[in-house]
């Protein structure tokens, strides 16, 4: 057996965001991870709480802990060597006078342009990138997680190859089902996890200068040359089947919308999860940790997640946002 501090079970955005977090810490980290595209990288790495706050119908409550996430990704990406592009998001369709006036009164910096309205607030970051810097700090085991086990305070991961053994575990599997082994109750919280399937089309040519969203879909300069186009959100499919008919109107839909020019997509398919109220499931819950379940702002939440899972495995207090994404708030005994 091998053991050390903490074991992270996943390697998604938010599992490697908090494995980097612990390890920054000082605590010796394991990551547990098949390897392969996860959700994470067929994602377009928008950290949006302006345009996610505009598009989703979201309560007070719900817009300022996305604000307050967005506040930590500057000192994130510096202490952990990512590179952070805060080059705003515009809205491009009917409605910006209308989109203009929403952003204001929700407290975010907006000036009407040529066909849309324009928010510096939002930021993007390579996915890819991003996630190969944050599984530096921790090792990696490279096998899929079986089982779990506790005895005598000490957490146990069966893997197809080894069994590893820490004080801690972090659970972020993303939708897989529940390991064997898992207390009772987080078992139930993640068959609870609905899947939610999304494409994202990569197309050669040019981009917009920013992030643009339409009535259609968004667009997003792609750090490798051209665009990366997607939406739609098929809630309860996990199958990763590209659907190119599909993908073929979206796109030329997008690009009509924002005067680029459409060629053949390539498409990729990945799953998020998500519970009920949209946010994630962050922190204890019977001796283990979870970072699960960010529906479709994973990258944005990354900082926060890592930070109240980070609080928790240290003994640290809770933070003001802890108890938005405790796991408990879903109990018999919360509501």
């Known amino acids: 057996m091998t053991s050390q501090d903490v074991i992270v ?14 390890a920054a810490q000082g605590l010796s ?6 390897g392969g595209p996860n959700a994470s990288a067929i994602a377009a ?8 706050s505009l598009t989703e119908d979201l309560p007070p409550r719900t817009v300022a802990l996305l604000k307050a996430a967005r506040a930590l990704w500057p000192d994130f990406a510096d202490r952990h060597g990512l590179t952070l592009m805060e080059d705003g998001a515009e809205w491009r369709g009917p409605g910006a006078e209308a989109a203009l006036t929403r952003l204001k009164a929700l407290g975010f910096a907006a000036e009407l342009r040529p066909g849309g309205v324009f928010t510096p607030d939002d930021a993007r970051i390579d996915p890819e990138a ?19 086990g506790r005895d005598h305070g000490q957490w146990t991961v069966a893997t197809d190859t080894a069994v590893l053994t820490a004080d801690h575990l972090v659970l972020a599997t993303g939708t897989a089902e529940a390991l064997t082994g898992l207390p009772p109750a987080v078992a139930a919280l993640v068959r609870a996890i609905t899947p939610i399937r999304g494409q994202i089309a990569g197309l050669d040519g040019d981009a917009p200068a920013h992030v643009s969203r339409t009535p259609h879909g968004y667009a997003v300069p ?3 040359g051209g665009v990366r186009i997607g939406s739609g959100m098929e809630a309860g ?14 796109v030329a839909a997008v690009c009509a919308a924002l005067g680029l020019t459409p060629s053949a997509p390539r ?32 990258w944005l939440l990354a900082p926060l997640v890592a930070r109240v899972v980070t609080d928790a495995v240290l003994g640290r207090p809770p933070g003001m946002w802890a108890a938005d994404l405790d796991p408990i708030r879903f109990s018999p005994a919360a509501g």
């Open 130 to 148: 991003a996630l190969s810097v944050l599984a530096g700090p921790a090792r990696r085991q490279l096998s899929r997680a079986t089982a779990v």
């Open 29 to 34: 980290v394991t990551v547990v991870d098949p």
């Open 267 to 298: 498409v990729r398919v990945g799953v998020r999860g998500a519970v009920v109220d949209g946010l994630p499931l962050a922190g204890p819950l019977d001796g283990l940790q979870l970072a699960l379940a960010p529906r479709r702002n994973g």
């Open 45 to 52: 790495g928008m950290i949006a709480p302006a345009m996610e």
């Open 222 to 224: 792609d750090a490798r």
């Open 9 to 22: 079970v996943g390697a998604g955005v938010l599992g490697l965001a908090c494995a980097a977090k612990l």
């Open 237 to 250: 499919r996990r199958d990763l089947t590209p659907d190119l008919a599909a993908a073929r109107v979206q």
